[in-house]
Structures are given as structure tokens and as C-alpha cells.
């Protein structure tokens, strides 16, 4: 059974970068079947898309966080990585990871518990 | 900028019958956006209920149903149980590499 446990620092002072792991167990990161995604949540409220990364390093943002946001994989430890640079207080969020086929089956398929990032001095 | 329109909110009584939908900004929803629905209850991941439309996840209960109605992709649950009673997230895949999720719809079963 695939799991994905988000792991990192519960708080981010503001102007600092925010970083959070994803490591992978019961499966491999460098399968050419998925993207792995990173997506956060702001207190009660939705469900917002922060970016996906192929295992090959190719990666793809939401514009709106283009400019500050950096994803990266480690496939020797099965690990994806989120960086958020210059964050604010609009940046505390719960932050989940999760799977997403390819293909004609496009969608998430295993998600993290998520990981609760607050920004505050 | 293409924005996912969902209800707000939504209620429906034990055993009825409720159809959420999933539309957009502009523009119509098919099969070629891959739309797929996500139930989500308060302090937990979401949960896969649908996917390319229509095709139910491992272990989600037929009374939950996806379709496209009209230009707009539908979560159809048919006899609403009080466990139903979550947020439920529509997210379509037109680009390969890029997701748009819906702002989602709370369900009330009341």
C-alpha cells in the first residue's frame, strides 16, 4: 500500500522559505505513471493546486505562486520537496502531497495526511 | 483565468437524492478534461470518490455517481446517508501537468 507522510517545520517566520518533504513509501517516485503534486489548504477553506513535479524533474506551477515556489525530487530517498520563498501569513496552510496518474486516468489516487505550516514571528 | 465553479453549499435529507456540479468560467466541461471528485470531512486528507468522469474509486459505494449534464461535470449521491455530510471537491485535468480544482461544495444532509 502506497503512503505519502509530509514532514517539516510547523512554523515559518515571515519573509523565510517554507519547506516540507514528502517521502514515499511502498512504491517507487521514479515510476513513469505519475506526476506527484503538492497542494495546500488554508484554514476553512478549499483545496488550492501549488504545482507538480515528474520524477525526471519536470515540474509545472500554478501561477500564481510561479515566482516563489521551487519543487524538487530526490528518487535515492523517494522524496519530493516543496520550497516557498518570501512567505506571509497567507501562506499558513495545512499542505498535502499526493499522487496523480497519467494518461487517460488523470487524477489523485493517494494523498498525504498533510502537514500543517503556520507563518508567524 | 479559467476558474472551476462549484455550489457553495448544499443540503439534502436522509435518503434523498442531491446533484452537485462542476462547471467553468468560461467554456464547457467534457471526458477530455478528466473531471474528478474528492470528498473531504474536517481534519482529514480528501478521499477519491470519482475519476475520468464517471469511473468510481476502489471501495466508494455506488450511490455515488459522476456524469456530465448538460456543459457542467456532475457528482450525483443517491440516498444520502448522514456520513455523506462533507465538503466534495471537483478537479479537472485538461493539461497533463496542470490541475483546477473547484472551490468546493458543502454538503449538508439534514
Known amino acids: 500500500q502506497l503512503q505519502l507522510q509530509e514532514s517539516g517545520p510547523g512554523l515559518v517566520k515571515p519573509s523565510e522559505t517554507l519547506s516540507l518533504t514528502c517521502t514515499v513509501s511502498?512504491?517507487?517516485?521514479?515510476?513513469?505513471?505519475?506526476?506527484w503534486d503538492w497542494i495546500r489548504q488554508h484554514p476553512g477553506k478549499g483545496l488550492e493546486w501549488i504545482g507538480t513535479i515528474y520524477y525526471s524533474g519536470i515540474t509545472y506551477y500554478n501561477l500564481s505562486l510561479r515566482s516563489r515556489v521551487t519543487m524538487s525530487v530526490d528518487t535515492s530517498k523517494n522524496q519530493l520537496s516543496l520550497k516557498l520563498t518570501s512567505v506571509t501569513a497567507a501562506d499558513t496552510a495545512i499542505y498535502f502531497c499526493?499522487?496523480?496518474?497519467?494518461?487517460?486516468?488523470?487524477?489523485?489516487?493517494?494523498w498525504g495526511q498533510g502537514a500543517l505550516v503556520t507563518v508567524s514571528s | 483565468q479559467t476558474v472551476v465553479t462549484q455550489e457553495p453549499s448544499f443540503s439534502v435529507s436522509p435518503g434523498g437524492t442531491v446533484t452537485l456540479t462542476c462547471g467553468l468560467s468560461?467554456?464547457?466541461?467534457?471526458?477530455?478534461?478528466?473531471p474528478s471528485w474528492y470528498q473531504q470531512t474536517p481534519g482529514q486528507a480528501p478521499r477519491t470518490l470519482i475519476y475520468s468522469t464517471t469511473t468510481r474509486a476502489s471501495g466508494v459505494p455506488d450511490r455515488f455517481s459522476g456524469s456530465i449534464l448538460g456543459n457542467k461535470a456532475a457528482l450525483t449521491i443517491t440516498g444520502a446517508q448522514a456520513d455523506d455530510e462533507s465538503d466534495y471537491y471537483c478537479?479537472?485535468?485538461?493539461?497533463?501537468?496542470?490541475?483546477?480544482f473547484g472551490g468546493g461544495t458543502r454538503l449538508t444532509v439534514l
Open positions: 499526493a499522487r496523480r496518474r497519467l494518461g487517460d486516468l488523470r487524477y489523485f489516487d493517494y
Open positions: 468560461s467554456g464547457s466541461v467534457s471526458n477530455r478534461d478528466y
Open positions: 511502498g512504491g517507487s517516485i521514479s515510476s513513469n505513471s505519475y506526476f
Open positions: 478537479v479537472l485535468h485538461m493539461d497533463p501537468g496542470i490541475s483546477l
